[in-house]
Every structure is written in C-alpha cells, then in structure tokens.
Nanobody, 132 residues
C-alpha cells in the first residue's frame, strides 16, 4: 500500500508564506527513483483540480504553473522521500485545498500535463486560506 501523508497549511494574510510537505511511504518508497512523478494540485470551491507544481524525478528543475510562478517553489528531499511546496506572497486567490499526488512510472509529459486522472495516489489534502 502506498501512502502520501501531508502536513502544513493553515490560514495566513495576503503576502504571507506557508510551507506544505508530503511524505511518501510504503509502495511509494520507489518515488525517490527516476521516472516517477510527484506533484502538487489545488482545488478551490466550485473549480477543477489544478496542478501547480510537479517534479519528474531525475529530470532537473520542477515544473511550476504560470499561475504561481515566481511565488511558489517545489523541492524534493530524495533521502526523506518527501516533497515540499514553499508558497510565498500568497494571494486570496490561492485559497484552496492542496493535495500532493504520485504517478509511479510516469513520463515527463504526463507529469507536467496537469491531468489529475493520471495520478493514482493522493494525499489527504490540506486547506490553505489566504485572507485579504
């Protein structure tokens, strides 16, 4: 069984910062190796799930969506098999439920495609609320 366990999140005023983390375990121990994909998605009320960042292990810098570029960064601690989403200069429109996701044996194209259906493993979600 593969698990993704998230932590972090919460409420912050506009301009503030938050860090999310997501630890992979069990079957997903393999996510530390090449050709696997770990990603962050978010879903605001009444909207679809949006990929905001993704890392294709072994392929260089993570993908960052245009909507958060320059404010969000994603990092991958391979030894701990944990990914982080550092969110700076948060805006009210960043308010959403944030999820980490894993796609074992992915392709780089699929990893950055933004398609939630390609990801078979999901964290429990964590709420981020940004007030103006």
């Amino acid at each position: 069984q593969g698990l993704l366990v998230q932590s972090g999140g919460g409420s912050v005023q506009a301009g503030g910062s938050l860090t999310l983390s997501c630890a992979a375990s069990g079957y997903l121990e393999k996510m530390k190796y090449k050709n696997n994909c770990l990603a962050w998605f978010r879903q605001a009320p009444g909207k679809g799930r949006e990929e905001v960042a993704g890392v294709y292990v072994g392929a260089g810098n993570p993908y960052i969506a245009d909507s958060v570029k320059g404010r969000f960064t994603m990092s991958h601690d391979v030894a701990e098999n944990t990914v982080y989403l550092q969110m700076n200069n948060l805006k009210p429109e960043d308010t959403a439920m944030y999820y980490c996701a894993a796609d074992p044996r992915s392709t780089r194209y699929d990893c950055y495609s933004g398609s939630p259906s390609l990801f078979g493993y999901w964290g429990q979600g964590t709420q981020v609320t940004v007030s103006s």
